[in-house]
Structures are given as structure tokens and as C-alpha cells.
């Protein structure tokens, strides 16, 4: 009973704004991972969300990945919207060995300009840490925006640096929540890479389907 009082009691210390953005953030993560369509419009509350419970937290490149995430949250409601008439579904696609080359440029390059910028102008928490996953996370949206399937090892990476860094910002419920993410986040690339074999038709040219396949 000691236990369960002090979950209670714990549960009830909680910001009533940041428990709704943990449900509605673990709502449509799971509905992507199972590929339905109604991930976005949830999304959109959830990243609405936590744009204040980020500002909040003086985590700014968070607060400023939120602004893109509702951008690409549209777009990906859009963009799975637009299944021709023969498709249950917009089918899932493969990551290109250029995409992958393109990415890590793109995030070491916005990692190292970021964390300057937030470290000397700003009394950012942990400016270069903040700055790289917000890269990770850039990359990694607008592969699930576009259905690219490796987009959910990038979640798995990412989510377990956050765990970290939201526990020592105090953000328990959201530290907890980005823990469950990273199962999530499995499912989905397992889900993902199935319904891709399933597929009539898959995007081959230049993919990395020779390489090994985590998860395996």
C-alpha cells in the first residue's frame, strides 16, 4: 500500500500539461508504428504540447524541433493521404546509400553550428547534446514523413540519449515516455519491414538492401 500511495502521490506532482502531451506523444507514436494515418492530426496537439513544456525547460533546440515537427507533421498527413486508388496504403520505402551520406553530413554540420550558437548565446542546457538529437530527430521526421522504414532506427538511437537528458532536466513522465518510444519504435521497424516484403513493388535502386538488417 506505501508503494501504491507513493505512486499516487508522485502521479499527482505531476504538470497536468505534460502528462496530456505523454498521451497524446504515445498515442500517435504508436499509431505510426502501425502505420495508420491518424498518427499526424494526434501528433500536431502533442508537438503543440511540448513546445511550451520545452521552452519551459530551457531546452531550446527541443522548443525549436517542435515548430519543425508540426511543419512536418502536415506534411506527412499529407503526403500518406496521397495512396493511389489501388492502395490501402502508401507503401513503405527503403533508405538510399546517398540519403544516409546526406543525413550524417547534414547532422554534424547542424549539431556543430547549433551547439555554438546555443552555448554562447543562450543559458541552453547541455547545448551540443540538445543540438545533436534535434538533428537525429530532423532526419529521422522527415523519414516517417516520407515512409523510408530506417527512420525508426534513428528513433531507437535518439530516444535512448533523451531518456537521459530529460531525467536530469526532472521531466520524469517524458523521460518515462521516451523509454517507451524506443519499444515502440522497434515494433515499428519490425511492422515496417514487413509490410515492406509484402509489397508488389519495392524501391531497390541504390538501397542498402545487401547490407545487414538490425533486428534482424
Given at each position: 500500500?506505501?508503494?501504491i ?12 500539461l505534460?502528462?496530456f502531451?505523454?498521451?497524446t ?7 505510426a ?7 499526424w492530426p ?5 508537438v503543440?504540447?511540448y ?11 527541443d ?6 515537427f508540426?511543419?512536418?507533421?502536415i506534411?506527412?498527413?499529407y503526403?500518406w ?5 489501388t492502395?490501402?496504403?502508401?507503401p513503405v520505402?527503403r533508405?538510399?546509400k ?8 547534414a ?20 547545448p551540443f547534446i540538445?543540438?545533436f538529437?534535434t538533428?537525429?530527430s530532423?532526419?529521422?521526421?522527415i523519414?516517417?514523413?516520407?515512409k523510408?522504414?530506417?527512420?525508426w ?7 535512448a540519449i ?11 513522465l517524458?523521460s518515462?515516455?521516451?523509454?517507451l518510444?524506443i519499444?515502440?519504435?522497434?515494433i515499428g521497424?519490425?511492422?515496417?519491414r514487413k509490410?515492406?516484403?509484402?509489397q508488389?513493388?519495392?524501391r531497390?535502386l ?5 547490407q545487414?538488417?538490425?533486428f534482424?
Open positions: 500500500m506505501n508503494i500511495s507513493a505512486i499516487i502521490d508522485w502521479l499527482k506532482g505531476q504538470s497536468i505534460e502528462t502531451g505523454v498521451i506523444g504515445i498515442l500517435c507514436v504508436y499509431l508504428a502501425k502505420n495508420n494515418i491518424w498518427n494526434i501528433a500536431i496537439i502533442s503543440a504540447i513546445m511550451i513544456i520545452f521552452l519551459e525547460a530551457r531546452l531550446y533546440a522548443t525549436g524541433l517542435q515548430v519543425y508540426l511543419i512536418t507533421n506534411y506527412g498527413w503526403f493521404s496521397r495512396k493511389s486508388k492502395e490501402i496504403k502508401v520505402s533508405i538510399t546517398k540519403e544516409i551520406i546526406l543525413s550524417c553530413i547532422i554534424i554540420i547542424f549539431t556543430a553550428l547549433l551547439g555554438y550558437i546555443l552555448k554562447q548565446g543562450t543559458d541552453a542546457s547541455f540538445d543540438s538529437c538533428a537525429c530532423l532526419v529521422a521526421q523519414f516517417l514523413a516520407r523510408v522504414m530506417e527512420n532506427l534513428i528513433w531507437i538511437f535518439v530516444d533523451y531518456v537521459g537528458v530529460y531525467m536530469v532536466k526532472g521531466l520524469h517524458t518515462g515516455m521516451y523509454a518510444y519499444y515502440i519504435a522497434i521497424y519490425l511492422d515496417w509490410d515492406f516484403r509484402h508488389p513493388e519495392k531497390d541504390d538501397s542498402i538492401d545487401n545487414p538488417i538490425l534482424k
